[in-house]
């Protein structure tokens, strides 16, 4: 009985790779961690399925995880990022290390999405254990080394700080329901909808206008100085100077002129506490890099530890990646005698060759147009 129409498709969102998108996507993967590890970071790798109890408590939205049960009928998340999971295995497996630890992974993560695949790949690095704002940066610092590495050309990384929109929804004292409302359109970059949102709030002219100007300020330190005139909340101000040593930091790394700040960002996990970053390439609408300090995780874990990182979407840079020419093999090798076409071919596997050997009778001209077709450049005949 032939297979339903159904069983000739995948699920919604996951996706096949085929043999020249899954080298590119190697390449690049193999690129990225070896520049990880120049900066002393070690690879981990943690289970596809977790325990929901470890995984949403930072969930998004109510629908945003694939969700299934196990024999017990205990929840198990397909992870939909690889902090939490890094936290728990820190948490757990690595209790007592010494701090920083600097873990780098390369994985499938799984998530409901509009603006991208359910199933796509991430590279990312976790700093663990410093609450320096040297920490934020280099890890900003090496995502940007990441891009340029993966050969992406106009990039750009913004930088804000969550601190300063909850210090400033404080001074402003605005009501919670009108922040959760406000809040939500900042992160979706719903411009036209605050406007609406502010306009018809009835809160103080002098509050719409900063509420106006908020989601719109982004540029370069100067721009802060404008911030601090607002607000004499001590957790704000806080949030200013981290931002200000952060990008002196990130001078002395060289790579300011990639840095952008944008006080409008707000990350959507919930575990986010201080400054956040995205990157952003040509041609793709949504970041491809995602990262920034989450100090309160750990506590989750029952451990008081600081930690900053971030995460690539691989899976969206790589038609964005110039394509080398790959080749299936270097040698085809053909001839009547099956016995000492595998002997031969052996022969150059063990010099190192990559080869491929015919495996039915073929002639010089029909080996020659078979490699033509599989971009073999060298034939040889038994």
């Known amino acids: ?51 929901g109890a470890c995984i949403q408590p ?15 009928g205990h929840v198990l998340v397909l992870r939909p990022e690889l902090t939490t999971s890094i936290a728990r295995l ?6 007592g290390a010494p701090m920083p630890i600097r873990l780098c992974y390369a994985a499938d993560v799984f998530r409901y999405s509009k603006s991208h695949r359910q199933e796509f790949r991430q590279v990312g690095v976790e ?32 930088l804000g700080h969550m601190g300063i929109f909850k210090g400033l929804m404080a001074e402003l004292e605005i009501p919670s329901e009108f922040k959760a409302s406000y809040e939500e359109k900042l992160g979706r970059k719903d ?25 719109h300020l982004h540029g370069t ?24 040593s952060i990008f002196s930091y990130l001078k002395a790394f060289g790579v300011q002129e990639n840095v952008n700040l944008d006080l409008g960002i707000l990350r959507g996990f919930s575990y986010y506490t201080g400054a956040v970053f995205e990157g952003y390439v040509p ?5 491809v890099v995602e990262g920034g300090r989450y100090d309160t995780l750990y506590s989750e874990f029952g451990e008081d530890i600081p930690a900053t990182g971030f995460a690539i979407n691989l899976g969206a840079l790589i038609e964005q990646i110039p394509c080398p020419i790959f080749q299936s093999s270097e040698v085809l090798v053909y001839g009547g005698d099956i016995v000492q076409v595998i002997a031969r071919t052996q022969k150059l596997r063990q010099a190192g060759k990559t080869v491929e050997m015919c495996l039915e009778n073929l002639t010089r001209e029909e080996a020659l147009k078979l490699a033509k077709k599989k971009g073999i450049p060298e034939v040889i005949g038994i």
């Open 191 to 215: 411009f036209v909808g605050i406007e609406r949102l502010v306009r018809d709030s009835g809160l103080a002219p002098q509050v719409k206008e900063i509420l106006f100007k908020f989601p």
């Open 127 to 158: 700093l663990i254990g410093s609450d320096s704002p040297a920490a934020d940066a280099e890890v900003v610092a090496l995502a940007i080394e990441a891009l340029q590495k993966l050969k992406q050309k106009g990039f750009q990384i913004n």
């Open 221 to 244: 330190e100067d721009m802060l100085a404008e911030v601090l005139q607002w607000s004499q909340q001590a957790y704000l101000r806080e949030a200013v100077e981290e931002l200000h």
């Open 90 to 95: 820190v948490s757990t497996r690595m209790r």
């Open 1 to 51: 009985m032939p297979r339903s129409p159904l069983g000739l498709r995948v699920p919604e969102g996951m996706h096949d790779i085929l043999p020249m998108e899954l080298a590119l996507q190697d390449q690049a993967e193999e690129t990225v961690l070896k520049l990880f590890k120049t900066w002393a970071y070690q690879k981990v790798l943690t289970p596809t399925l977790e325990y």
């Open 283 to 287: 041609g793709i609408g949504f970041p």
């Open 58 to 72: 930072v969930e998004e939205e109510g629908n945003s995880f694939f969700k299934l049960f196990d024999r017990q």
